[in-house]
C-alpha cells in the first residue's frame, strides 16, 4: 500500500492550501482516512479525520478553519485547510486504515508527510 500526499508549501497567514493524499495497492477497502501533523519540537498530533461512511472530527484548533473529505472512488483523502496561521506550520501525514486484499486483518499505513509553512 502507498499513500503519496502532495499539495504542502509555503502560504502567508490567513492564506488556503488543500492537501491531497492518494491511497494505492491491492486494497479491498478503506475504514478510517486522517490527517496528522507534527511541528518541530511537538509530537504528532490529530488534526482530523473521516470514516468510511462520511462521519468527520477535528481537533479543536482546527475546528471552522479544516475540512476533511474523501473521494472514495479515487482513494483519495482531501484536508482543505482555510485562514492558516502560524501556528499550523508543520509536516502533514496522511493516515489510513486499510483492508487489504486477500489479508484477513486491516492494516494502518502512513504518508511520507508534506511540509505547510505559513509565513506571518
Known amino acids: 500500500v502507498q499513500l503519496v500526499e502532495s499539495g504542502g508549501g509555503l502560504v502567508q497567514a490567513g492564506g488556503s492550501l488543500r492537501l491531497s493524499c492518494i491511497v494505492s495497492g491491492r486494497i479491498f477497502s478503506i475504514n478510517a482516512m486522517s490527517w496528522y501533523r507534527q511541528a518541530p519540537g511537538k509530537q504528532r498530533e490529530l488534526v482530523a479525520g473521516?470514516?468510511?461512511?462520511?462521519?468527520?472530527n477535528y481537533a479543536d484548533s482546527v475546528k471552522g478553519r479544516f475540512t476533511i473529505s474523501r473521494d472514495n472512488a479515487k482513494n483519495t483523502v482531501y484536508l482543505q485547510m482555510s485562514s492558516l496561521n502560524a501556528e499550523d506550520t508543520a509536516v502533514y501525514y496522511c493516515?489510513?486504515?486499510?483492508?487489504?486484499?486477500?489479508?484477513?486483518?486491516?492494516?494502518?499505513?502512513w504518508g511520507q508527510g508534506t511540509q505547510v509553512t505559513v509565513s506571518s
Open positions: 473521516i470514516t468510511s461512511g462520511g462521519s468527520t
Open positions: 493516515n489510513v486504515d486499510v483492508w487489504r486484499v486477500g489479508v484477513s486483518r486491516h492494516s494502518d499505513y
